[in-house]
């Protein structure tokens, strides 16, 4: 949920793959989904370039 909320600080809609399982959910756990099928080559650079910072800043010791 942390790294959910700080995306969406960055204005980019990140859902958990969970979050769609009824079965099992904690298998897809740490999967994200991006709503990328529209979104322009640079666009799509800079939103991974965000969550790579996201990912970074709450990495697991």
Partial sequence: ???KWAARQQG???N???EYC???AQKYRGILVIHYSDMEDE???KVIGALE???CNYSEP
């Fill in 1 to 3: 949920m942390e790294i």
């Fill in 12 to 14: 980019i809609l990140v």
């Fill in 16 to 18: 958990c793959l969970s």
């Fill in 22 to 24: 009824f079965a099992n």
């Fill in 43 to 45: 666009v799509l650079q």
């Fill in 53 to 55: 910072e996201i990912f």
